[in-house]
Antibody, heavy 121, light 107 residues
Framework: EVQLLESGGGLVQPGGSLRLSCVASGFTFSSSAMTWVRQTPGEGLEWVSTLSGSGTSIYYADSVKGRFTISRDNSKNTLFLQMNSLRAEDTAVYYC??????????????WGQGTLVTVSS | EIVMTQSPATLSVSPGERATLSCRASQSVIPHLAWYQQKPGQAPRLLIYGASTRASTIPARFSGSGSGTEFTLTISSLQSEDFAVYYCQQYNDWPLTFGGGTRVEIK
């Protein structure tokens, strides 16, 4: 059974930093591209970043480029999102999701339950 | 960026009735179009991919159709567990983009 468990969310002041983690199980993590998606009540679902299984291909949304860094530790089946220079508009539930193994493009077939990030003074 | 537009924003349907949800892409995304279901407090669940292929364990009452830029999700006979928010998403190109969602509520 595929499981994705996010952690690391919380309350942070504007300009601050936070590091999210996503521990994966139930599939071959090192072979799977992984993605962060966030959701705000007013803006719906927004793709944030994707990292290939090998770590060589990385994609970021323009809204987070230069501030967020996606990374992974395949030895620990863990995906990370380092978030710096946080803004109020980064407030959201952050989900990690895995790419469907048989898809040629980045189809997201399993999602974690999410971790809430609140940026506020 | 490919803009995804869903309609209607809210759909009121009685149990047992058919629900038809629409999704439009600002440019062709075929066949890389997915539909997700999300219930309160839960993560999105993949229903349909490739515009018309049901994901594993998804009941046959869910079907997807469409091509190019116009897509439809049909729920043939709504069950109580189907009342939720539904999102379409294109995965044809970066950035991945989602529609604003359609809330299916009990009439």
């Amino acid at each position: 059974e595929v499981q994705l468990l996010e952690s690391g969310g919380g309350l942070v002041q504007p300009g601050g930093s936070l590091r999210l983690s996503c521990v994966a199980s139930g599939f071959t993590f090192s072979s799977s591209a992984m993605t962060w998606v966030r959701q705000t009540p007013g803006e719906g679902l927004e793709w944030v970043s994707t990292l290939s299984g090998s770590g060589t291909s990385i994609y970021y949304a323009d809204s987070v480029k230069g501030r967020f860094t996606i990374s992974r530790d395949n030895s620990k089946n863990t995906l990370f999102l380092q978030m710096n220079s946080l803004r109020a508009e980064d407030t959201a539930v952050y989900y990690c999701a895995k790419k469907y193994a048989l898809a040629s493009h980045c189809l997201l077939d399993y999602w974690g339950q999410g971790t809430l990030v609140t940026v506020s003074s | 960026e490919i803009v995804m537009t869903q309609s209607p924003a809210t759909l009121s349907v009685s149990p047992g009735e058919r629900a038809t949800l629409s999704c439009r892409a600002s440019q062709s995304v075929i066949p890389h179009l997915a539909w997700y279901q999300q219930k309160p407090g839960q993560a999105p669940r993949l229903l349909i991919y490739g515009a018309s292929t049901r994901a594993s364990t998804i009941p046959a009452r869910f079907s997807g159709s469409g091509s190019g830029t116009e897509f439809t999700l049909t729920i043939s006979s709504l069950q109580s567990e189907d009342f939720a928010v539904y999102y379409c998403q294109q995965y044809n190109d970066w950035p991945l983009t989602f529609g604003g969602g359609t809330r299916v509520e009990i009439k």
